[in-house]
């Protein structure tokens, strides 16, 4: 069965930490992408790769980074984590524009 | 990027019964896709239509898409407790990325 699996379903982290989303996916998809989901707003794109190395900013990007050294793998990372990026996380990949599998999620409470 | 509304925002109904959700958009688009999520959890791709084709069935799912009225609905029929979750419409437009509403909340009551 075909897979996207984040590292942590829950995680609490201390404002001004750095923090390390990561997601890795089996299906040798070209495409990477980390959401926010927040109620009231639906999902919003952070950032997505289209390949190894490259990114490209969605609609939120402000105060996150991203890395993409191996194709399998998409890391989101919250330099200094604020209070406003307590958030449900969801990665996804896909091949081309259709169907994108999905993690589980992260549901990230910073304190 | 654009995003597909879903509509009606919630939706409950009792077992049994059909469940009928929509999605409008704004663009010319290459398919239509839903996806449901459960309460807490990652999204799951249900079912793609592409944009030269009417209607589409997967199991208890049937989804229909107007290009004239760039519209599209999601069925369910026979709904059951389990279908309970938010679902969401978007759509391929030529680039990777796709973009999420913020879904219709269906509950389905026992």
């Known amino acids: 069965d075909v897979k996207v699996t984040q590292s942590s379903r829950y995680l609490v982290k201390r404002t001004g930490e750095k923090v390390f989303l990561e997601c890795v996916q089996d299906m040798d998809h070209e495409n990477m992408f980390w959401y926010r989901q927040d109620p009231g707003l639906g999902l919003r794109l952070i950032y997505f790769s289209y390949d190894v190395k490259m990114k490209e900013k969605g609609d939120i990007p402000e105060g996150y980074s991203v890395s993409r050294e191996k194709k399998e793998r998409f890391s989101l990372i919250l330099e200094s984590a604020s209070t406003n990026q307590t958030s449900m996380y969801l990665c996804?990949?896909?091949?081309?524009?259709?169907?994108?599998?999905f993690g589980s999620g992260t549901r990230l409470t910073v304190v | 990027s654009q995003q597909g509304e879903e509509d009606p925002q919630a939706l409950s109904i009792q077992e049994g019964e059909n469940a009928t959700m929509n999605c409008s958009y704004k663009?010319?688009?290459?398919?239509l896709q839903w996806y449901r999520q459960n309460s807490g959890r990652g999204l799951v791709h249900l079912i793609l239509?592409?944009?030269?084709?009417r209607e589409k069935h997967s199991g208890r799912l049937r989804v229909t898409l107007d290009t004239s009225k760039k519209s599209s609905s999601l069925l369910i029929t026979a709904s059951r407790a389990a279908d309970t979750a938010s679902y969401f419409c978007t759509f391929g437009a030529g680039s990777y990325q796709l973009t999420f509403g913020k879904g219709t909340k269906l509950s389905v009551i026992p």
């Open positions: 996804a990949s896909n091949q081309g524009p259709y169907g994108y599998t």
């Open positions: 663009t010319s688009i290459n398919n």
């Open positions: 239509i592409r944009s030269n084709e």
